[in-house]
């Protein structure tokens, strides 16, 4: 008898998280890290967000509470979907999450059978291929390329359409790729499921940075569009746009109050409830006014970091940056760097099981760490299930201005350190 269950052994992980390891062992050496792996802004939450969580436990309201979430919340959410997005919501259908994770593995319990086909994009939110190989579904990942701005057609999402199809992911604004579906994009989209899916198809609507968009570019959600709320879970939270990542307070609007009763009896399994004071503080983030100077400020460093960062990395040979339209990532294509700096010859080189653990890139993200202290993501880490051949890296820009500053100028030095690169191999051995 096995020591874990088998399911683990098909459990994957967020890597931005997994890589501290790897951070903590370059630090012990003396290296200091310049760390572009988490996508957590660098702002605190905002103070008048703040006082009501305070105030609130003072007050002693820190009991159990509804598991669906508590109804002053769920009504400020229905509102902001409302105005938002035009929706007139039932706040009986919005369920509150610790976080915007937990309802990407509520929906695969709830919807998706063994054998039942997930079509998710990639790169994308890594927790989405883990969850459907988890879940016992058939992954079917919708490649996003460089060449249409990391967005996609609905013409590429009607070619992966099956009989098996339950679940149909979309993200926009994207993590890692900054790409945002406009509007046409999404009806699109809306159209070609109206015409090929049946009714219990679901479209999981990932708008966790909603809030995160450049150059006047607007969020436009599928939910929105006709004949779309009645099949879309929708799902954003705190985390990104309101700075409240340790906070964790997200949620979800489903399209039924029978499936709303299944994400609260999965919430009082796994979580019981969020803490109310917790919710308190995020119905303050949605009703309070100031929210708006708060995240517009946000917004606006994010803007004045990425446009810095993506000309500085194109000024380096090997490097090609698209401009991202939204959230706070940029994604490079480092292809030409692995080839200047030998990469690409030394994986070919690497024992075929060897091969299996790596990439290119993340061969690249790993010397990039220990010897020049940037800490970066590699393509891997956004689904690896057909991203053979492709070389990219996810950089966050959710840090200051000086630190972006000094991670381009080592990216610059490593950039011409073919033979440090052939030294690190050596001597690290890190992959057979």
Not at 12 to 33: M, Q, S, Y
Not at 357 to 363: L, W
Request: hydrophobic content about 45%.
């Amino acid at each position: 008898m096995a020591l874990l269950a088998g399911r683990m052994a098909t459990l994957g992980t967020e890597n931005a998280f997994k890589l501290g390891e790897d951070i903590a062992r370059a630090a012990a050496r003396g290296v200091d890290v310049i760390r572009l792996n988490l996508g957590e802004p660098d702002f605190d939450s905002a103070p008048h967000i703040n006082r009501v969580a305070i105030r609130e436990i003072e007050a002693g309201n820190s009991h159990y509470c509804d598991p669906a979430g508590i109804l002053p919340l769920r009504r400020a959410i229905a509102r902001h979907l409302r105005d938002s997005r035009g929706l007139e919501v039932d706040p009986g259908r919005v369920v509150v999450t610790p976080g915007a994770k937990p309802p990407i593995g509520y929906t695969l319990l709830t919807h998706v059978d063994p054998g039942d086909e997930v079509i998710y994009p990639s790169p994308g939110f890594p927790i989405y291929e883990s969850w459907v190989t988890f879940a016992g579904g058939r992954p079917v990942p919708l490649q996003l390329t460089e060449e249409r701005g990391f967005a996609f057609t609905a013409d590429d999402l009607e070619a992966l359409i099956s009989e098996r199809t339950k679940v149909i992911i979309l993200c926009s604004p994207s993590n890692p790729t900054g790409g945002v579906l406009s509007r046409d994009d999404i009806e699109g989209v809306a159209e070609v499921i109206r015409r090929r899916c049946r009714p219990e198809v679901r479209i999981y609507s990932d708008e966790i940075y909603e809030h995160i968009l450049f150059d006047g570019v607007r969020h436009h959600s599928i939910a929105s569009c006709e004949g779309m709320a009645e099949r879309t879970i929708l799902v954003s939270g705190h985390s990104k746009g309101f700075a409240m990542t340790g906070w964790r307070l997200g949620w979800a609007l489903l399209p039924t109050a029978e499936e709303a009763a299944a994400f609260k009896q999965l919430n009082i399994n796994l979580v019981s409830c969020v803490p109310p004071f917790i919710q308190e503080a995020g119905r303050a983030a949605y009703e309070d006014p100031a929210s708006r100077d708060a995240v517009a400020g946000m917004v606006a460093a994010f803007a004045r970091r990425r446009d810095y960062v993506v000309p500085a990395l194109n000024a380096i040979d090997g490097i090609r940056c698209q401009m991202p339209k939204g959230a706070f990532y940029v994604f490079p294509n480092v292809a030409g760097l692995c080839e200047r700096l030998g990469i690409l010859e030394a994986y070919e080189a690497l024992p075929a099981a060897a091969r299996q653990r790596t990439s290119p890139a993340t061969m690249l993200q790993m010397f990039l760490l220990y010897r020049h202290g940037v800490a970066t993501m590699d393509r891997n880490s956004f689904g690896r299930i057909g991203a053979e051949g492709q070389h990219f890296l996810r950089l966050s820009i959710a840090t200051g201005l000086d630190n972006l500053k000094r991670a381009v100028a080592r990216l610059a030095e490593a950039a011409a350190d073919r033979d440090g690169f052939a030294a690190f191999l050596a001597e690290e051995n890190l992959w057979g």
